[in-house]
């Protein structure tokens, strides 16, 4: 265990020494989002700018739509209304639709951290998934996400039971009972597959945002990714949720976490590269994504 603590956290400690900028692990790149792949791929945010389609199929030429209004075609889950062909009460739903922003005053540093993330997403964290990903099955992988997935069962159990949702916090319950034993520690979701009791991705961040706080502004946070000041003061609770933050001593916790972050990038490799590809303000795009998600999350 010794040896593996040393050469995981050799590794990210390398990432600080050979770049100012950079570390990501799925998604934004870093802490991905937890986006799901259906959210992003299926319908709701469709990188090909030139190739956009309204949500009742007609095609919409690469120019005619402005970078918010394709990011939000349908992440927002609405029709879009184009300039000229308003509707009755067209006008209402663009100045909404305009008005739909986060605030973003620390944008320089905000940019320059996004920069970073960038940057050791490319140099450090994708190799290191490749190679990772050679090496171990497919199966294994998703069974240490499910492991890890299986773990971190508090955040979702307080985060539900403070939104008043009493039935998914006893799914929680039940599911970690089920995957604890008959799924081997986790490493099998069997809650889901025999039963159909699927994981719900609360936070304290959405819980916060239940209660009637907003977002604040966007904030950029090195290694960690896209958050708000309220997603970053429910990170802060989520931490002593975590049962792999009190894994003595630190290296050992370091190396938990970086093996995680790894795992779960090799199994979402090109996401993050496909999103970006095509922004003509990479920055930008991935702020107003994360501000979608984390508002639609928030409504379920």
Not at 84 to 102: A, F, H, V
Not at 124 to 146: F, H, M, Q, W
Not at 171 to 185: D, I, P
Not at 259 to 278: F, H, I, P, T, W
Request: charged content about 25%; overall charge negative.
């Amino acid at each position: 265990m010794k040896i593996i603590s040393f050469i995981l956290v050799s590794t990210v400690l390398c990432v600080f020494a050979i770049s100012p900028p950079g570390f990501a692990e799925e998604f934004s790149p870093s802490r991905s989002l937890q986006i799901d792949r259906d959210f992003l791929v299926a319908g709701h945010f469709n990188p090909d700018y030139s190739d956009s389609t309204l949500p009742d199929g007609m095609p919409v030429e690469g120019g005619s739509l402005d970078r918010s209004e394709r990011l939000l075609l349908s992440a927002a889950g609405e029709p879009l209304l184009l300039p000229g062909e308003l509707e009755e009460g067209g006008e209402d739903y663009l100045e909404e639709q305009g008005e739909d922003e986060i605030a973003d005053p620390l944008e320089p540093i905000n940019r320059a951290f996004f920069f970073f993330n960038d940057k050791l997403y490319f140099i450090v964290l994708k190799p290191v998934s490749k190679g990772y990903a050679t090496v171990i099955p497919e199966d294994a992988r998703i069974g240490i996400r499910n492991a890890f997935n299986n773990i971190t069962m508090p955040i979702r159990f307080v985060s539900c039971l403070l939104q008043f949702k009493i039935k998914s916090a006893g799914n929680e319950l039940l599911r970690f009972g089920l995957n604890s034993t008959l799924g081997l520690a986790g490493l099998f979701d069997v809650a889901e597959s025999h039963l159909d009791v699927k994981m719900k991705d609360e936070d304290l961040g959405q819980t916060l945002g239940v209660w009637g706080m907003g977002p604040v502004f966007y904030i950029n946070l090195p290694v960690l990714g896209p958050s708000s000041l309220r997603d970053s003061i429910g990170l802060a609770g989520d931490y002593f949720l975590d049962p792999v933050n009190y894994v003595t001593p630190y290296l050992d916790r370091l190396a938990i976490k970086a093996g995680d972050k790894v795992n779960r990038a090799s199994l979402s490799m090109g996401q993050y590269e496909d999103l970006k590809k095509d922004a003509l303000d990479p920055y930008a795009a991935f702020r107003d994504i994360y501000h979608q998600y984390r508002k639609n999350k928030i409504k379920k």
